[in-house]
């Protein structure tokens, strides 16, 4: 079954500190990878998007990894802010197709304190 | 900058009811999308429409839901007979090349 496992669930952290949250997925063959941040109360919102071959993609303070390999992903974040406090969602498309059909994982909730 | 609007942004309504929730998606884009978020879970997909017909629809998409593109601009979903497992957040998405863009939501409660 097409899985796509987030952790942690849930980090805090301090305002101007990094972190990295990471993301195992099961779908194979996959056409891309992508994060989101989500928002409390709002649709998610695309922050990098890879496809499998590859393995790094940066958004300002976001950095994305992948590692096709071994089927897992990361997203680190520089320098927080409070900003940053939602849910960070690793998404797969499915199998290759026109339908475009995304598979989420369950989140990583991230809250940034002063 | 062109996004997804959705509308309305909260409905309450009967177990039993009919619900029609609407979507704007961005003008150009030509795949849309419609998924669901149950409160604490994760963003499932619901269905997939493409050149005015259905290109993919999950389990969850059954005989109660229908989409509909009326017109060039709108896309809706409806739920005919709404059950109180059907209370959720509902996002709309419409497509460019490999990017999906969300809309903010529709907020289903049903009763």
């Known amino acids: 079954k097409n899985q796509v496992e987030q952790s942690p669930q849930s980090l805090i952290i301090l305002e101007g500190k990094n972190c990295t949250l990471q993301c195992n997925y099961t779908v194979s063959p996959f056409s891309n990878l992508r994060w989101y941040k989500q928002d409390t109360g709002r649709g998610p919102v695309s922050l990098t998007i890879?496809?499998?071959?590859?393995n790094t993609k940066s958004n300002g303070r976001y950095t994305a990894t992948l590692d096709a390999d071994t089927k897992q992903s990361s997203l680190h974040i520089t320098a927080s802010q409070l900003s940053d406090s939602a849910s960070y969602i690793c998404?797969?498309?499915?199998?290759?197709?026109?339908?475009?059909?995304?598979?989420f994982g369950q989140g990583t909730t991230l809250q940034v304190k002063p | 900058e062109p996004e997804v609007t959705q509308t309305p942004s909260h409905q309450v309504t009967q177990m039993g009811q009919e619900v029609i929730l609407r979507c704007v998606p961005i003008?150009?884009?030509?795949?849309f999308y419609w998924y669901r978020q149950i409160l604490g879970q994760k963003v499932e997909f619901l269905v997939s429409?493409?050149?005015?017909?259905?290109?993919?629809k999950s389990e969850i998409f059954d005989d109660q839901f229908s989409v509909e593109r009326p017109d060039g601009s709108n896309f809706t979903l409806k739920i005919r007979s709404t059950k109180l497992e059907d209370s959720a957040m509902y996002f709309c998405?419409?497509?460019?090349?490999?990017?999906?863009?969300f809309g903010p939501g529709t907020r289903l409660l049903v009763l």
């Open positions: 998405a419409s497509r460019q090349e490999e990017t999906q863009y």
């Open positions: 998404v797969v498309s499915a199998p290759p197709g026109n339908t475009g059909k995304l598979i």
């Open positions: 003008s150009n884009h030509l795949y």
């Open positions: 429409f493409y050149n005015n017909e259905i290109s993919e």
């Open positions: 890879m496809t499998f071959s590859e």
